[in-house]
């Protein structure tokens, strides 16, 4: 039997309007493998990027995930380390273990946290941090709402700091609309298998992150044309 993580998530929000997303590092460590943010088909065409495809350094990598992410102003401790090369599903590979060893300063949270499903979407935590996704639909409007949570369980200092991801298509502004409710300050070009887009994120300098201190975001998707 399958794993419950493993299955990707799958709503129907009308008849012609389907809904799929992916606890990440459900399946077998690859970058290919993720679908964190909502991919919605809607009369037989993709809506919203699927991140599934091929790995490279400019394609498809962590670095165009919709992921928090950030560069800290200190090393992670010896200990922490060695706990996440063990216990992430990440690691799988020898190649991701040795990276996320070695490179302890930048903390992506799809290499850092131990992700699992639940309703309507999926946590990821490690000793530092948590991080909740909660996907919520409304039929009636034809509109998806991505929640995300960070807390801090122990305060953390970034040089930079990187949340608030959202990824969009070209040419389908009159067929969906996104909004977030946090203000992007970065933008970069997305290539994937359903074509160009771009992906938008807001950037903080020098965040003190405290102690149950927490960062929200969400983004609605809202749909036209149905």
């Given amino acids: 039997m399958a794993n419950r993580d ?6 129907q929000l009308s008849p012609n309007i ?19 943010l909502p991919y919605i088909c809607m009369n037989g065409r993709e809506m919203t990027p699927r991140f599934g495809g091929e790995e490279g350094p400019c394609e498809t990598s962590v670095q165009t995930l ?5 560069v800290l102003h200190s090393k992670l401790p010896i200990k922490d380390r060695i706990v996440n090369v063990s216990k992430r599903r990440v690691n799988i590979y020898w190649r991701n273990g040795f990276h996320s060893f070695v490179d302890n300063v930048r ?6 946290l131990r992700f ?22 409304d039929r009636t409007c034809c509109e998806i709402v991505v929640s995300d949570i960070i807390q801090a369980k122990l305060d953390m200092l ?26 992007p300050t ?6 994937s298998s359903t074509g160009e887009g771009c ?18 975001s969400t983004i609605t998707y809202r749909l036209h044309n149905a």
């Avoid at 919709?66 to 950030?70: A, C, E, F, H, T």
């Avoid at 979407?121 to 909660?134: I, K, P, T």
């Avoid at 608030?164 to 009159?174: F, I, M, Q, V």
């Avoid at 970065?186 to 290539?191: A, F, I, N, P």
């Fill in 107 to 112: 903390f992506w949270f799809i290499e850092q």
């Fill in 116 to 137: 699992r499903k639940v309703d309507n979407g999926f946590v990821g935590e490690s000793s530092l941090v948590r991080f909740e996704r909660l996907f919520s639909v």
């Fill in 18 to 36: 389907t809904i799929t997303w992916a606890t990440p590092l459900g399946g077998y460590g690859h970058v290919a493998d993720e679908q964190p």
């Fill in 6 to 11: 493993m299955l990707p998530d799958v709503v």
């Fill in 158 to 183: 970034f040089k930079d700091f990187h949340y608030a991801h959202c990824a969009e298509l070209k040419g389908l502004e009159e067929d969906i609309k996104i909004r977030q409710d946090t203000k």
């Fill in 199 to 216: 992906l938008r994120y807001t950037s903080m300098d020098c965040l003190n992150l405290q102690k149950n201190q927490k960062l929200i």
């Fill in 186 to 191: 970065s933008e970069v070009t997305l290539y």
């Fill in 66 to 70: 919709p992921l928090p992410s950030g």
